[in-house]
């Protein structure tokens, strides 16, 4: 699926774009699976296990902003983690030994879809190394104005940057108070079907979705099955290796050197990114205004 000019692409920029990864019946099954989950959302009222809502989420109208953990209600998602041409692009990217770690689908409804301010995945979870890296899968057309996952080329490279607001973890960069060079910033954009890659360490964000279309994004993060997390425990150590895509388990975590920063103490809104994300003093995105609209 991919070449050497690509990995180099990736290991230089810290974020690849693969394009029509999936064909048309594999993003349908997606979409379907998706489609069941989200009129589900009707019974709902307020965040649980599967959903985080809108704040202008009602039962009449349901919006949801983030289904989580989408493997354990959408068989094909299930699925789509050990896809053959998924699996050759992660084992060229992070190595023979690749670790599931968790999903999540951002659903970015046309006309109020949520912003997700600038954050380094690695901020939430350091571990032992830093190859690690997140998929987003496209389940719909992304371009310039429907929320584009946007990333700053070779950020993974440079430190870990402070996610605290207010000396509580916020998971997520104040946009005043630090140097980041966001004109630098690059939309990743394809058909539906395509797939993005970006390092733990990249900065990346996304704006409100303004647009008249959805950005429903599956993303994956996976790990190398040597890299260990600094910080949460591993309770079923067969269940944490059942998660493994490829390559075998170890119990000898590699250690590189990578600048950590921990995620505590913990948010005073712990819960999703968004939830996180609330409690940062300087927004970079708009936020949804019914009002204004
Ligand atoms: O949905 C997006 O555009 C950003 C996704 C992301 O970075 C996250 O959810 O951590």
């Known amino acids: 699926m991919i070449n050497q000019t690509d990995v180099q692409f990736y290991r230089d920029q810290g974020y690849l774009v693969v394009e029509n990864v999936l064909d048309t019946t594999e993003l ?7 489609a069941q989950v989200v009129a589900a959302a009707a019974k709902v009222t307020s965040n649980n296990d ?18 989580k953990h989408p493997h354990t209600v959408m068989p094909s998602a299930l699925e789509l983690m050990r896809h053959p041409k998924l699996l050759s692009i992660l084992t060229r990217l992070i190595g023979p030994g690749v670790r599931f770690q968790t999903s999540k689908l951002n659903m970015k ?9 600038w954050h380094q995945d690695w901020a939430f979870y350091p571990h032992t190394n830093d190859d690690l890296l997140a998929v987003g899968v496209m389940l719909d057309d992304v371009d310039d104005i429907n929320g584009p996952m946007m990333v ?21 960069i104040d946009p005043v108070k630090s140097e980041m ?16 890659f970006h390092h733990v360490r990249s900065i990346h964000g996304s704006a409100l979705n303004r647009s008249d279309r959805s950005r429903n994004f599956l993303l994956y993060q996976f790990t190398a099955n040597d890299a260990w997390p600094l910080v949460e425990t591993i309770d079923d150590w067969n269940e944490y290796n059942s998660w493994i895509v490829a390559g075998e388990p170890t119990l000898h975590p590699r250690m590189a050197a990578a600048p950590v920063r921990l995620p505590l103490p913990p948010a005073p ?10 409690t940062l ?4 995105f708009d936020v949804y205004d019914e009002a204004s609209t």
């Not at 409804?109 to 301010?117: F, L, P």
């Not at 940057?161 to 973890?169: C, I, K, M, P, T």
């Not at 809104?269 to 609330?278: A, C, K, V």
């Not at 003093?281 to 970079?284: A, G, L, Q």
């Open 50 to 67: 599967t959903y985080d809502l809108e704040p202008t989420h009602s039962p009449d109208a349901p919006r949801v902003r983030r289904i």
């Open 281 to 284: 003093e300087n927004r970079f």
């Open 152 to 172: 700053i080329p070779g950020s993974h490279k440079g430190p870990t940057l402070d996610h605290h607001a207010g000396g509580f973890f916020c998971g997520a």
């Open 28 to 34: 349908n099954h997606l979409r379907s699976d998706l």
């Open 269 to 278: 809104q712990q819960g999703s990114i968004y939830e996180n994300q609330s």
């Open 109 to 117: 409804a046309a006309g109020y879809g949520a912003a997700v301010e």
């Open 181 to 196: 060079d966001l004109q630098a910033a690059v939309p990743l954009k394809g058909p539906a079907g395509s797939m993005t």
